[in-house]
């Protein structure tokens, strides 16, 4: 089933995968990160890129994550193809 994004994004907000046909690269995904709305505890890369100490309790938002083709996760943001694309797929 292809969906438009507007349902690709209420799948992913229900904890689904989602893709695209139109993608090139094999095996990418994006996901819904539910962050830390109470707070973790930062670890040293994270102290090393705000300047705060390792261990600071930080609060973090949700946001939307892509596997990427070498299996790294990256934060992502739709692009205007993404938006009005209407071939997203269950993962």
């Known amino acids: 089933m292809v969906m438009t994004f507007g349902q ?25 990160q539910k962050g830390y709305p109470s707070g973790i505890p930062i670890n040293q890369n994270t102290a090393d890129a705000t300047g705060l ?3 600071t309790i930080c609060r973090f938002q949700p946001y939307l994550m892509l596997k ?13 193809t993404d938006l009005l694309a209407k071939d ?4």
């Open 8 to 32: 690709a994004l209420e799948a992913l907000l229900d904890g689904h995968k989602m893709a695209r046909e139109g993608w090139n690269g094999t095996g990418m995904f994006v996901v819904y």
């Open 53 to 55: 100490p390792a261990g």
């Open 68 to 80: 990427t083709v070498d299996g790294s996760f990256v934060p992502w943001v739709a692009s205007q």
């Open 88 to 91: 997203w797929f269950f993962v």
